[in-house]
């Protein structure tokens, strides 16, 4: 079955720590994208890639990076320069150059700062 | 900047009746608005969606509706059913696409 897969589903981290959440998709789309998910709020925009080798800044990069070296996967570090990194990470990807917006999302990855 | 605006943020209704979900978008230049449905501990999933040029769209149950001129778009929910609980978020993006915006989302609890 087609699809995305988050890596860990659930991540403790200790202050000072820098995390990598994986993100892996066998749909064979170009675009893929890393949200945070808060209580009571939307999902926010961290980071996206529309090709291999080129990624954006969402609306909140700072204290994380990525990268795209292969179609299939777009990890996601969490580094000790967030200030608040516990929150529901997500993933997506969505096909482009076609009409359809939609985006198709893994199943999150929870972390919490101890 | 672009912003979708969502209400209400807490719904709840007795089972059977309708649930309406409102969201309003501030970039006129937006050509596709999605509906998504979150469960608990799940990442969101497409439930209907709706193109500009179009201002009904139903799938049996639900149904969305969209106003340009007045830059609102809403999801309708008839004959609600517990599994119908869930968190519910607004979308909307323009041409191209690569940037959606979320509205903050709607906790739809229906009772049995």
């Known amino acids: 079955d087609g699809g995305i897969t988050q890596s860990p589903k659930y991540l403790f981290r200790k202050e000072g720590q820098n995390v990598t959440l994986s993100c892996e998709q066998n749909l064979n789309h170009d675009a893929m994208y890393w949200y945070r998910q808060d209580p009571g709020q939307g999902l926010r925009l961290i980071y996206y890639?529309?090709?291999?080798?080129?990624?954006q800044k969402g609306d909140i990069a700072e204290g994380y990076s990525v990268s795209r070296e292969k179609k299939e996967s777009f990890p996601l570090t969490v580094t000790s320069a967030q200030k608040n990194p516990t929150a529901f990470y997500l993933c997506?990807?969505?096909?482009?150059?076609?009409?359809?917006?939609?985006?198709?999302f893994g199943e999150g990855s929870r972390l919490t700062v101890l | 900047g672009e912003n979708v605006e969502q209400h209400p943020s807490t719904l709840s209704v007795q089972e059977g009746d309708s649930a309406v979900i409102k969201c309003t978008y501030s970039d006129s230049a937006s050509n596709y608005f999605p509906w998504y449905k979150q469960e608990l501990g799940k990442g969101p999933q497409l439930i209907i969606d709706i193109r500009s040029n179009v201002g009904e769209k139903k799938d049996q149950r639900i149904a969305v509706t969209l106003n340009k001129t007045a830059k609102h778009f809403s999801l309708h929910i008839t004959e609600t059913q517990p599994e119908d609980s869930a968190v519910y978020f607004c979308?909307?993006?323009?041409?191209?696409?690569?940037?959606?915006?979320f509205g903050a989302g709607t906790r739809l609890f229906v009772k049995a």
């Open positions: 979308a909307a993006s323009k041409p191209g696409g690569f940037k959606t915006i």
């Open positions: 890639s529309q090709i291999v080798n080129d990624f």
């Open positions: 997506a990807s969505r096909r482009t150059g076609t009409n359809t917006g939609e985006l198709f």
